[in-house]
């Protein structure tokens, strides 16, 4: 079992930070080859009007006839063209990836649905797209995005700056209770490190193949086995409390906070598949957050 290194990095300045994000996107480039060869036939799963996106963010992104929705940290861009099959008028998505860009481009390409990407940091994107004048609708994340943010107040301040007013910033994540424990529900992880960051030398894993089928509507092929990632990683573990308070010092209103005792991913060992692509504790472990999300609106 790896075990994390804290505050090893430097991350005080934002060269610091970006030095950070540059080794995590090669880390990622590496996993994301791994991630995909586990699907079948993506192309084919949305030219048929496939959907990946889970029921808790298509209730939360609501009708999007007509919207904009930029996606921050769109990853291979799966949740992104779901996000374009539910409606939305203009998806754009946004992630450091080379291989997810490269990837999610030739998807939208193949199947036919419109997407738009970028390959480049989300700070940087959200620092040029604030001088533009364009504004967002909606402007999503979801499912492991916040603990690759080095600056939430940044990140925060960013989004507020691109949404329309009355315009809303919407994420389902995993819950950073859930974080703290390894894979047995052994304590074993700080709640939040403020900003610190922690320090993988295994880099991103393959959880694509840890949850199976399960997180493969599309189909599922075995893909690579036993995966090895020869990048390190570097997280953030940011509390429930400080997402929030970054959104409130952004100026934006939360709407919506919840917690949830499922997941959409096998967190730990022994879980528990139930319907909709979820998977809950096992009866013997006590219960906890493993999820949670938030909507906040910018004022009109």
Known sequence: MVTPRYGEYDASTPEARKAIHEQNRRSWNEATKAHNSHKADQAKFFREGGNKNYREEIELLGDLRGKSVLHLQCNSGQDTLSIKQLGAERVVGVDISDE?????????????VEATFHRTDVYDWLAEAARSEERWDIVFCSYG???????????????????????????????????????????????????????????????????????????????????QNPEIVHE?????????????????????????????????????????????????????????????????
């Open 145 to 227: 995005a916040i603990i690759w943010l080095s600056d939430l107040g940044t990140w925060a301040k960013g989004i507020a700056s691109i949404l329309k007013p009355g315009g809303r910033f919407v994420t389902v994540e995993f819950h950073p209770v859930e974080m703290m424990f390894d894979e047995e529900y052994r304590h074993k992880h700080h709640y939040s490190t403020h900003g610190a960051p922690i320090t993988w030398d295994d880099g991103v894993g393959d959880y694509v193949a840890l949850s199976g089928p399960h997180d493969a509507p599309m189909g599922w092929l075995d893909g690579v086995k036993d995966f």
């Open 100 to 112: 997810a860009i490269y990837f999610a481009r030739n998807l939208s390409k193949d199947s036919g």
């Open 236 to 300: 953030f573990a940011w509390g429930v409390g400080e997402v929030i308070t970054a959104l409130l010092d952004a100026g934006l209103v939360i709407e919506h906070f919840r917690e949830y005792e499922y997941a959409t991913s096998k967190i730990f060992n022994r879980m528990v598949q139930i319907p909709e692509r979820k998977w809950t504790l096992p009866p013997d472990v006590p219960s906890m957050p493993l999820m949670y999300s938030i909507t906040a609106r910018k004022p009109e």
